[in-house]
C-alpha cells in the first residue's frame, strides 16, 4: 500500500511557476512505480499531465511538455511537478498518483490539492 | 495528439446492466492501448477499477467487468447499485503519453 499526499501554495500568480510536492509513503521512492501527476479543471475532466520513473525515465503530456517537467527526491522520498508560465487555464485540482507494476495505471492516488491562477 | 472518446452521459436502473465504451481516435483500441478505468463520485479522488484491458483490483466490486468490444475498450455494470452513480474514466497508452477519455456520467435512476 502506497499512501501519497500533496502540498502545494494555492494561489499562483499568472506567469510565474506552480510547484506542487507529493510525498509517498508506504514503501520507497525508488521501488518500480511511475509516479505522476495528474490535474482536474473545476467542472471537467482528469488532464494526464506526465510521469517518471526513479531512475529517471519520463513521459509528458505533449500539450503540456514545453512548460512542465517531474522530479523525483530520493532523500525526502517525494516527487514534484514544476509547471511554468502558467496561466488561469491552469487553475485545476492537482492530483498526484503512483502507477504499479504489470501496468496497473495510476492504482494509488492522493486527495488532491486546488490550484488557483489568479492575479 | 489523440483524441479519446466516452459516451458523455448513460443511465441505468437499479439492478440492470450499462456497457461505458472508451474509443481512440487513432484506431481501434487494442491490448497495447493497455486500457484502465476510473471512477471518480463528486469531491473524491478517482479510484482505479481496471487494469490493462480487463484486470479488476482487489476492491473493484464483481459487478464490474471489462473487455476489448469491437474496435474499443468496454466497461460493463451489471447489477447497477446506487453507489455505482460516479463519473467513469477510461485511460490509454497513445504513443508515449497516458490520454484520459472526457468520462462517462452514470446516473443510476
Known amino acids: 500500500q502506497v499512501w501519497l499526499q500533496e502540498s502545494g501554495p494555492g494561489l499562483v500568480r499568472p506567469s510565474e511557476t506552480l510547484s506542487l510536492t507529493c510525498a509517498v509513503s508506504g514503501d520507497s521512492i525508488s521501488s518500480d512505480y511511475w509516479w505522476t501527476w495528474v490535474r482536474q479543471p473545476p467542472g471537467k475532466g482528469l488532464e494526464w499531465i506526465g510521469e517518471?520513473?526513479?531512475?529517471?525515465?519520463?513521459n509528458y503530456n505533449p500539450s503540456l511538455k514545453s512548460r512542465v517537467s517531474i522530479s523525483v527526491d530520493k532523500s525526502r522520498n517525494q516527487f514534484s511537478v514544476n509547471l511554468n508560465s502558467v496561466t488561469a487555464a491552469d487553475t485545476a485540482v492537482y492530483y498526484c498518483a503512483a502507477t504499479s507494476p504489470s501496468w496497473q495505471q495510476l492504482r494509488y492516488w492522493g486527495q488532491g490539492t486546488l490550484i488557483t491562477v489568479s492575479s | 495528439q489523440t483524441v479519446v472518446t466516452q459516451e458523455p452521459s448513460l443511465t441505468v436502473s437499479p439492478g440492470g446492466t450499462v456497457t461505458l465504451t472508451c474509443a481512440s481516435s487513432a484506431g481501434a483500441v487494442s491490448s497495447v492501448y493497455h486500457p484502465s478505468w476510473f471512477q471518480q463520485k463528486p469531491g473524491q479522488a478517482p479510484r482505479a477499477l481496471i487494469y490493462n484491458a480487463n484486470n479488476i483490483y482487489s476492491w473493484t466490486p464483481a459487478r464490474f467487468s471489462a473487455s476489448l468490444l469491437g474496435d474499443k475498450a468496454a466497461l460493463t455494470l451489471s447489477g447497477a447499485q446506487p453507489e455505482d452513480e460516479a463519473e467513469y474514466y477510461c485511460?490509454?497508452?497513445?504513443?508515449?503519453?497516458?490520454?484520459f477519455g472526457g468520462g462517462t456520467k452514470v446516473t443510476v435512476l
Open positions: 485511460l490509454l497508452w497513445c504513443g508515449g503519453a497516458w490520454v
Open positions: 517518471m520513473f526513479h531512475r529517471g525515465t519520463s
